[in-house]
């Protein structure tokens, strides 16, 4: 059988591709760039969240000098009726590292859009309780923002 390392080591890259399927979702966008992160942040305000900030990745790490890649950013989505239910408790403040959810919108080489983020309803059945119910219903609100920008 060997050791747990040499398990997880010839495991691994079942482990890995079966992990990214499950922990992130990933959607063709029907739209343009610029068009999928405005769709993408007036959606998310609609189901009531708030768009926290959208980080430009690009920009930045051309900033820091390093060559010039695809269109990629981030959307920081916050609902602070789930948030302050899971961070109340102190044993659960540890989460907070996980706080604002966020969805890339990004390009790829090919010239293709598309949108990703965690799988939150799965992230949240790993701890049940009141975490695994906000995060299930954070994992609806963005199926809801998606399902007018992403193709199914």
């Known amino acids: 059988m060997g050791t747990v390392g040499e398990m997880v080591a ?8 079966r992990a990214k399927r499950l922990m992130f979702f990933e959607h063709a966008s029907g739209l343009g760039f610029e068009e ?8 998310a305000e609609g189901q009531g969240w708030h768009v926290l900030r959208v980080n ?3 920009r930045t790490y051309q900033e820091a000098g390093h060559p010039d890649m695809t269109k990629v950013l981030t959307v920081e989505l916050c609902n602070p009726d ?7 408790e102190d044993d659960n403040k540890r989460l907070a590292a996980m706080m604002p959810i966020q969805l890339a919108v990004y390009e790829t080489h090919s010239g293709d859009v598309r949108v990703s983020g965690m ?34």
């Open 10 to 17: 010839r495991g691994r890259g079942f482990v890995s591709e």
């Open 36 to 43: 999928t992160v405005e769709a993408v942040t007036e959606a």
């Open 56 to 58: 430009d990745l690009q």
């Open 82 to 88: 789930g948030a302050v239910r899971i961070l109340s």
């Open 119 to 152: 799988n939150v309803g799965l992230m949240g059945r790993m701890f049940g309780g009141v975490i695994e119910q906000v995060m299930r219903e954070g994992a609806q609100d963005v199926d809801r923002t998606l399902a007018g920008v992403v193709e199914s």
